[in-house]
Every structure is written in C-alpha cells, then in structure tokens.
C-alpha cells in the first residue's frame, strides 16, 4: 500500500534492466503507468546511464535503499564506470537528472564523507555495482551472439583468436561491501604490497587484505581477476568481497581463510605421507590448470589467467589438504584479442610486471630476458616451470619418500645451493646459463613418474613444457598406487 499523501515517483524500467532489479523497485510502491506511489520511502531515485556525457534513464521509481534525500531535486556529479544515481525528495523528481559531472579525480581527492553522504555512497556503489551486472548481461547477449560455440582450450592462440576482451572480462561489478562488521584479529602474512589478517566478517572467519594507500592499483589488478567469469574453483582462494575501511584509504578484499596457511609455512613446520603429498601436489596443478583454462561457459567467458608470481607463498593449503592459489597481483589476464594494438598494449604491461614477480622461481627465459612475449603462451610455460619447483618443494618434505632417512628441513629451490636470498644475477648464471635445477636426491627412481613430472615441469625449453593440465593427469595416475 503506498502511503498516504506519500511520495510520487516517475518510474521506468529500461527493457535492459536486470529484472531482479526492476522487481526490487516494483515492490516499493504501487505503479499506474509510469508513475509509482512510494509504500516506504519519501525519496525517489534513478540509475541513468552515461553517454557522451548525456544521461539515458534506466531504471526509476521510489528508491528501494533506506536513505536520506535532503535534496528535492535530482542532480548527480559522480561519474560510477558510465552509470550516475540520484536521490531527491520532491514528487516525480527523479524523472529529470541535473549532471554536473565532478573533474577527473582519481582516488587520492576522494572526500571526506559525513556519515549521511556515506551511507548514500555505499547503497549507490551497491545499487550501481548490481547495475553492471545488467550491463554485463547485455554485452553476454552479444558475446553468445558472437560466439556460439562453447569451448575448452589449454593455451590461448594469439593473436588470432577473434574473441574480444569485450567479452564478459570487462563485466566487473564494483560494488563495496560494508565493512563495519569487519573485526582484524591477528597479522599472518605481510607481503610486497598488502598486509594479510585473520579477521571475522559477520562473526565468520575471514582472511582479511589490507593494501595500503597507494597500492590501489595492485588492489584493483587483483580484484580483476577474482571478477572474471567462473573463477569460483576449489583450487582458486575464494574472493569474499572488497571495500574501503571508513577510517583511513586502505582498501580492503576479504578472502576465504585457509587455517594452514602458506604452503611455504606448512612445509616449515610439517612433513607429509605421500597420500597427502599427492593431494597437495594433485590440487596444486588442477588449480593451474583451472586458472590457465580458456573457456566459454553459459555464454560467459573465462579467459586464461597467467599467475606469474607463483611461489609457496602465494599458494595456501586448505583445512582439507589440497592447495589454493592465492595472490593475483601480477597476474595477467590473457584476454584475445584481434586487434595488434591491443595485443601490443598487453605486451607492454606484460614486460613491467616481469619485473615485480617473485625471481626465485622465474623460469629462464624470463631470467636471461628471451621470452617471446608475441604471445601469452609463454606466461602460462613460466607458470609451469614454478609448478615444477612447487612440486619438488613438496616431494622433498614427503617423508615416504625418505624412508630409512631423515626427511629434511624445508628449503626453497635453489637454497641449498645459492643460499636464502640469490641475486637475479646468481639465478640467471645458475638457472639460464649453468641449466642447473634443485637437485632430485638419488633414491627417487629415475623413469619413475615423478620425477618425469619434475623434469618434463622445469624443462629448458619451455615450449617442451608440459600443460599444467597433462602434470596433473601425470600426478594423478600415482595416486592408486604408492610407488613414484
Ligand atoms: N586467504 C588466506 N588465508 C590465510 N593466509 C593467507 C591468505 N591469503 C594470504 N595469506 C598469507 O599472507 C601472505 C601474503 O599474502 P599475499 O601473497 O596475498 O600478499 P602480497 O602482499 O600480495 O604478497 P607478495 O609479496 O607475494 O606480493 C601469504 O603468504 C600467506 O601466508
């Protein structure tokens, strides 16, 4: 029932609109025609779209979001990735937006908000964050359109994949979470650019990353690959939300928490029977091979993902023993495209990120600076080359595999060898030049599956490599029996 003498709103629906949205609106008052009687609020609002800095209306009537709205007429100035919202207090006010769009202003000049401004802040992100979705299902229509098979590829071709990064990698959703039930207990992992938390989110435990002002970008790269398409996979740590503590400009991502923690940590402090080495190591490479996947599904596409700084600190261990990558900082999203333009502006970012990941598991190509970055195959051959060294990490603390002797202490690749901290230098010289690689000890059977696994993994020529798909179906065939 709408209220008595209560607001009057315009309302539409652009046939565009999502119609879980719509139908939110609809329920907040009764419509005739195109005008709405507000049931519970006294503001109206509107979702307008942004063309050529012109405003299209796409959705209006009573706003659904419990606000305040002192204005009686609907202006707006924020410019929210193409979409503007407004909220106003004056009947059939918000058939009309005044847009005075606010200059350029990165996030350094965000303002101060008064509590009133920040509540409306967060419904608008959130109420726009749902819009997106809308939009995205409007570029999924077109991308089913463009390509109608569904398929399932290892290695992206490129460049001549015609699908376009338009394709549903674009559909990020940047709507915030509220973070005041966000509680930080205890400091587990500092990093390059973050610092990692165990927290509580709604009194669940949480995995909380905080990335210090001027890391927004590292946030938002990372971000970008938790918001591609089908990414939800065991093997992927789960992406829980994001938003900005209301104290300070940290940004904020939540993630699920796996209790172990590191792999690097729990082989630190733990040696395994070669079951649960297996699983780890099984998990480890389904998971790559998840992420390097280039498919389409229910007319979504998921571009490959090439990792580029995985380490045994960017992978977690589960409570259930298998591993999930964490950390996708540098990673790069492989999006095909036709154009060589686009192709080369890849490239470039590609070449000044080489920089940032972690080298002690850099493959040689990218230690001695001959990698063919024409295309994205060699990001994904360098992530095998770590899966690799990851894989030995493990075998050397499997304590089946040094019956009758000590099991040793964890050490990374390479450090028995160079030491803890080799210089790019050292690996260059060790690892491209020297072709060495961490020692196998002598008992492991040559021949023997893994240590095909492990050879075939770190091999020099990366385009001998294996997929990180085939070392999984290699690990896989050792789990029935005990032998290696
Ligand atoms: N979801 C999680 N659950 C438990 N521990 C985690 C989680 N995510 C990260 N950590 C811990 O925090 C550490 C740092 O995390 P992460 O690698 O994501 O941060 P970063 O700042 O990107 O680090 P880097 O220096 O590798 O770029 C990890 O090595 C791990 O020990």
């Known amino acids: 029932p709408a209220l008595k003498n209560g607001r009057r709103c315009v309302f539409l629906a652009n046939p565009n609109t999502n119609p879980h949205n719509s139908r939110h609106m609809e329920e907040e008052g009764h419509i005739n025609g195109t005008v709405q009687y507000c049931a519970n609020t006294k503001c109206c609002t509107g979702f307008y779209r942004l ?39 004056s009947d059939l ?51 089913r359109h463009l390509f109608r098979v569904n398929e399932v590829k290892l290695y992206p071709s490129f460049p001549k994949e015609r699908r376009t990064s338009l ?26 650019y973050s610092s990692v938390w165990i927290g509580t989110y709604r009194d669940a435990p949480v995995a909380v990353k905080v990335f210090p002002k001027g890391h927004m ?40 928490l796996a209790p172990w923690g590191s792999l690097h940590s729990f082989l630190t ?21 998840f992420l390097h996947s280039d498919f389409i599904k229910h007319g979504l596409h998921k571009p490959a993902v090439a990792h580029r700084d995985l380490s045994s ?18 990673s790069t999203i492989l999006h095909t495209s036709s ?38 195959v060699c990001l994904i051959q360098g992530d095998v080359y770590a899966l690799g060294l990851l894989l030995w990490e493990l075998c050397m603390r499997c304590s089946d595999l040094f019956i009758g002797c000590p099991v040793p202490e964890h050490k990374l690749p390479y450090e028995e060898e160079l030491g803890a901290n080799p210089s790019v230098e050292q690996l260059f010289s060790h690892v491209s030049e020297k072709r060495e690689r961490p020692s196998i000890p002598k008992h492991w059977q040559q021949g023997s599956v893994l240590h095909d696994v492990l050879l075939d993994s770190w091999d020099h020529d990366s385009e001998a490599r294996l997929t990180a798909q085939c070392a999984k179906d290699r690990l896989a ?8």
């Open 51 to 89: 063309m050529d800095n012109q405003t299209v209306a796409e959705l209006l009537g009573c706003d659904v979001v419990k606000q305040d709205c002192p204005k009686s007429t609907c202006s707006a100035s924020r410019n929210y990735h193409n979409y503007t919202t407004c909220a106003c207090s």
């Open 93 to 143: 006010c918000n058939g009309n937006i005044t847009w005075n769009p606010e200059k350029e202003n990165p996030e350094s000049e965000r303002p101060y908000y008064t509590p009133d401004m920040l509540k409306t802040v967060i419904a608008t992100i959130a109420s726009i964050g749902v819009i997106l979705v809308l939009c995205s299902l409007v570029v999924v229509v077109s991308c």
């Open 167 to 192: 394709c549903s990698c674009n559909h990020l959703i940047y709507s915030e979470i509220d973070l005041t039930s966000m509680k930080l207990q205890q400091i587990v992992g500092r990093g390059h």
């Open 217 to 256: 970008r590292e946030f938002t790269s990372e971000r970008e690959v938790y918001f591609l398409p089908h990414l939800a996979h065991p093997g992927i740590t789960q992406f829980l939300g994001a938003g900005r503590k209301l104290d300070s400009s940290e940004w904020v991502m939540l993630l699920e």
């Open 269 to 289: 402090k733990n040696t395994c029977d070669w079951k649960s080495t297996l699983k780890l190591g099984e998990s480890l490479a389904e998971a790559l091979a």
């Open 313 to 330: 600190s960017n992978v977690l261990v589960k409570v259930d023993g298998t591993c999930a990558l964490c950390d996708f900082g540098c």
């Open 339 to 376: 154009s060589p333009q686009n192709w080369q502006r890849t490239a470039d970012v590609m070449k000044r990120s080489i920089l940032k990941a972690t080298s002690l598991y850099m493959a040689p190509e990218f230690l001695d600076g001959c990698v063919n970055l024409s295309s994205g």
């Open 477 to 484: 065939t050792l789990r029935l029996g005990h032998s290696t």
